[in-house]
């Protein structure tokens, strides 16, 4: 059974800093990978999509890898913001069907 | 634009009333969702529709009953509403041709149940 763990579960950096976020998954038949990021009270909104093909995608100061094989995905933020504080969500999407299995998130604040 | 939508965004009830939640995506997506998020944060898939037909129904009450008019709308009834029904509901949409696959959401609906 898919399982996702995000770690740390709440990171507080001053701004400017650059920082990782981790992912890992437990089994590495994936379809995709997603990236997240969830404001308080507000809906999600997909950061970055990465296919089980692919190794790296990137937007902006946001760049998400993957390595399927030990099954792991981070998420580095450059030059961080005081408006990129939110919660960031982890989900893969397995071989199998259309769901998201999702993990329990890494809540960021950045301190101006 | 507002690709996908839900109403209501907020929704107060009594226990044992029946509620319903629309969402509506203007994306032309042929797949969409529900997940549950519960206090904790964790988002759970309860069902997805793909071109009108249940795909996935994972372990849901039967008191929830989801139903697609078109490939447009996913509503979400709900019979009997118990406190532990409270949490956020989230409405997802997705094309499921080409490469992604990728999972585009609504603003959530939070719901009280007093």
Redesign the interface.
Known sequence: KQEVTQIPAALSVPEGENLVLNCSFTDSAI??L?W?RQDP??????LL?I?SSQREQTSGRLNASLDKSSGRSTLYIAASQPGDSA?Y?C?V?PDS????I?G??TKLIIKP | DTAVSQTPKYLVTQMGNDKSIKCEQNLGHDTMYWYKQDSKKFLKIMFSYNNKELIINETVPNRFSPKSPDKAHLNLHINSLELGDSAVYFCASSYSGGLSNEQFFGPGTRLTVL
Do not use: D, E, H, V
């Not at chain 1, 009270?41 to 997909?46: I, P, V």
């Open positions: 379809y995709n997603q997240f009270g507000k809906g999600l909104t997909s999509l296919q919660t969500l989900a999407r069907n259309y769901q998201l999702w329990a998130g």
